[in-house]
T-cell receptor, first 110, second 118 residues
Framework: GNSVTQMEGPVTLSEEAFLTINCTYT??????LFWYVQYPGEGLQLLLK?????DKGSNKGFEATYRKETTSFHLEKGSVQVSDSAVYFC?????????FGKGTRLHILP | ETGVTQTPRHLVMGMTNKKSLKCEQH?????MYWYKQSAKKPLELMFV???????ENNSVPSRFSPECPNSSHLFLHLHTLQPEDSALYLC?????????????????FGPGTRLTVL
């Protein structure tokens, strides 16, 4: 069946460090892929998405590239800020369902 | 502000109480969803409403009863809950219903109701 696996957290980094959060998926066909972010006390917000192979989604300095050959959609940011501290969810949309990963909590230290 | 509001933001209730959660979306969407978010567990989809009709119930216990009077409002009625039902309950909406959902559709989430069952 369809599923999403993302790296276990929490991830703790210093401000201005490089960030990678790994995400791989299992799905039939060609799902759309998403990263959602949940800031403390809030619901999930769409961060970025990609709808086909080799697409790159980007927003707020975050990027992720849809890699069909490795079934991956890793989230990256070149220089993180304290305000990026949140929980990040990788997700796919296939067969009319959005399937979320378990989430990765990110702590950025000043 | 995502255009999806939820009330109350926090709720504490006993196991014998009856309460309701409310969700309202101001985005003109046709589909609405209830999710349960528990600590250290993936988001669990509970119910899906498409054009006011329930199209999915993911084996949710009957102590949770959804209601969708129109495409803008969604309720979750709660009665005789258990302590393990304590969680963050998230509402979401999307532009198209499940039956016509495109693969690129995204969901817009409310801030959630933090429920504690004593």
């Amino acid at each position: 069946g369809n599923s999403v696996t993302q790296m276990e957290g929490p991830v703790t980094l210093s401000e201005e460090a490089f960030l990678t959060i790994n995400c791989t998926y299992t799905a039939t066909g060609y799902p759309s892929l998403f990263w959602y972010v949940q800031y403390p006390g809030e619901g999930l917000q769409l961060l970025l998405k990609a709808t086909k192979a080799d697409d790159k989604g980007s927003n707020k300095g975050f990027e992720a590239t849809y890699r069909k050959e490795t079934t991956s959609f890793h989230l990256e940011k070149g220089s993180v800020q304290v305000s990026d501290s949140a929980v990040y969810f990788c997700a796919l949309n296939r067969d009319d369902k959005i399937i979320f990963g378990k989430g990765t909590r990110l702590h950025i230290l000043p | 502000e995502t255009g999806v509001t939820q009330t109350p933001r926090h709720l504490v209730m006993g196991m014998t109480n009856k309460k309701s959660l409310k969700c309202e979306q101001h985005l003109g969407h046709n589909a609405m969803y209830w999710y349960k978010q528990s600590a250290k567990k993936p988001l669990e989809l509970m119910f899906v409403y498409n054009f006011k009709e329930q199209t999915e119930n993911n084996s949710v216990p009957s102590r949770f009863s959804p209601e969708c009077p129109n495409s803008s409002h969604l309720f979750l009625h709660l009665h005789t809950l258990q302590p393990e039902d304590s969680a963050l309950y998230l509402c979401a909406s999307s532009p198209m219903g499940t039956s016509g959902m495109t693969s690129t559709d995204t969901q817009y989430f409310g801030p959630g109701t933090r429920l504690t069952v004593l």
